[in-house]
């Protein structure tokens, strides 16, 4: 199974979501678009993910190769292939799918929570691990929900922190981040936002466990789609 995962800064790699994918038998390959790395066509995909950084999801013209990424991710999205938006990756799925993402009231940066909504409390991937759910905020940037979209989870400063489209997922905040992933992003958070052990560990450990979901949801989805479709995703 291939998976792709579109990475934009170095600070910002894929964390727990490479070993979910590992655990349920998709070794993914990680794009640079940051050191000019072409991002594959769709046809070439099974699943994408989509990760942060710190550029907006219309900053076009300071970083080109966005316009390509949200055609990218909307052609898979058309064609079934799941898709996972982390933070500016959620930003861009919301973009691909003709909702609006916008510059919101405040910075949200730090530890924080998020809550499940009605429907996100019987979604298959957040749902087990609801209602409230540890993560790590860091955006300034919004979104309205695309057309059709389920509101899946939501925080007190931003309405719209998680939403469904089919078997893809567009997510605000972070839950990929093991020690190592936040080893890397701590540097860059803002003056004076520290993420405290305890709080850490415990977006670690749950979103360990979303993302195994997540993971197995993704490929179930991609074979199911690969059976209908034959011939147009390899094993």
């Not at 930003?91 to 924080?112: F, I, K, Y």
């Not at 089919?166 to 997510?171: D, F, L, P, R, W």
């Not at 004076?192 to 450990?205: L, N, Q």
Request: with cysteine; charged share 20%; hydrophobic share 45%.
């Amino acid at each position: 199974m291939r998976a792709v995962v579109v990475q934009h800064v170095p600070f910002e790699g894929p964390g727990l979501i490479a070993s979910a994918l590992s655990a349920a038998g998709a070794e993914p390959r990680v794009v640079r678009v940051d050191r000019g790395e072409p991002l594959p066509d769709a046809s070439q995909v099974d699943v994408l993910v989509v990760l942060g950084g710190p550029m907006g999801a219309l900053d076009d013209r300071d970083h080109p190769y966005l316009v390509n990424e949200r055609d990218l991710v909307a052609r898979c999205v058309e064609q079934d292939r799941p898709v996972l938006g982390i933070c500016l990756g959620a930003q861009l799925l919301a973009a691909a799918l003709g909702a609006r993402v916008l510059r919101g009231p405040v910075l949200e940066v730090g530890a924080g929570t998020v809550t499940l909504t009605g429907a996100g409390s019987t979604d298959p991937v957040f749902g087990p691990s609801g209602p409230e759910l540890p993560v790590v905020h860091w955006h300034h940037d919004t979104f309205t929900l695309p057309n059709g979209a389920v509101h899946v989870a939501s925080s007190k400063v931003y309405p719209h922190q998680a939403f469904r489209v089919g078997a893809s997922y567009g997510v605000q905040f972070h839950v990929e981040l093991d020690a190592d992933a936040l080893d890397e992003v701590r540097p860059h958070l803002p003056s004076g936002i520290a993420v405290a052990p305890d709080a850490a560990e415990a977006v670690a450990a749950t979103g360990a466990q979303i993302l195994a979901r997540w993971a197995e949801h993704a490929l179930t989805a991609a074979d199911r789609r690969s059976q209908q479709s034959p011939g147009k995703v390899r094993p």
